[in-house]
C-alpha cells in the first residue's frame, strides 16, 4: 500500500496517537542527557538526618572522563576517620579532605541550645558539635586551595559520587541555565524550624557556584558566620549542611 493510500484509509484519531507517539519520542531523545543529569549525581541523606550508606542514582559505568570543556569543580570532602581521597575520584581531582577538630573551645553561655532542632544529638559528643562548628571555616580554606573553580561539591566520605554524570549537570548549568551573576546553592534539604528554615545536607552532596562562595567570601560574610558558628550565638546550631 502507497503511503497516500495508506494516509486516505487510516482513520484520523489513529494518524493522530502515532504523530503524538513519534513526537514523544523525539522528545524523549532530545532530552535524554537532560533529563539524566537532572536524576544522577548525588548520595542522598536519610529523612533523620544521618549520613546513609553510600548511595547514589545514575550510571555507574559511564565514562568518568569529563567531556571537553567542562566546568571546574573542587571538592571539599568531610572525613572522619582518614585524610585518604575518596575512591570514586581520579588523580586529576581536586579534593579537599576535611578532617575536623576532635577538641574546640566551650560554647559561650549566651550561646542556646535548640533542642528542636537537635533532638537525640543535643547529647552528642563533643567532637561531634566540634564538627558542626568548624565546617564553615573549611569552607574558607577550600576556597583558599582551590580559589578559581566554577563550582565547589560538598560531600561526607560515604557519598558515592559520579564524576561524569557531575560534569554533564555542571556543564548545563553553566551554559544553559544560570546567568553569568546568578548564584547556586543546591542539594538535599530538610527543614529543621522555623528560625532556621530548609537546611541542605552535606551527606547528600551540596553544589555552590564559585561566584557564589567567592561573594560571600568578597563580603567577609562567610568569616563572620564562621567566627559565630565557633565562637558566638551559632554554637549549637547544625552547620555542618
Known sequence: MTPLRWFKRTPLRVILVILFVVGIK?????????????QNTLA????????????????????????????????????YETSQRPGWASGSDRIFVFVPPQSCPECPAFAQ????ES?????????????????????????????????????????????????????LLQQEVL??????????????SEETGKFIMSGGGVLLRGLTLR????????????????YGAWCWHHLDW
Open 179 to 192: 546567568q553569568p551573576t546568578d548564584d547556586l546553592y543546591m542539594g538535599h534539604g530538610r527543614m529543621l
Open 44 to 79: 542522598l541523606l536519610d529523612s533523620s538526618g544521618q549520613t546513609s550508606p553510600a548511595t547514589a542514582v545514575g550510571n555507574p559505568t559511564a565514562n568518568p572522563l569529563p567531556k571537553p570543556g567542562a566546568p571546574e569543580v573542587a571538592f571539599l570532602v568531610l572525613s
Open 119 to 171: 533532638g537525640p544529638y543535643i547529647r552528642a559528643p563533643k567532637a561531634w558539635w566540634c564538627t558542626q562548628r568548624s565546617y564553615m571555616q573549611a569552607l574558607e580554606v577550600l576556597l583558599e586551595t582551590f580559589p578559581s573553580a566554577d563550582f565547589y561539591m560538598l560531600v561526607d566520605q560515604d557519598t558515592l559520587v559520579f564524576p561524569d554524570s557531575l560534569a554533564n549537570m555542571v556543564r
Open 26 to 38: 523525539l522528545n524523549v531523545d532530545m532530552s535524554s542527557t537532560a533529563g539524566q543529569v537532572a
Open 113 to 116: 541550645q535548640r533542642p528542636e
Open 215 to 230: 561573594r560571600l567570601v568578597g563580603t567577609n560574610q562567610l568569616h563572620a558566620c564562621a567566627q559565630r558558628q565557633m
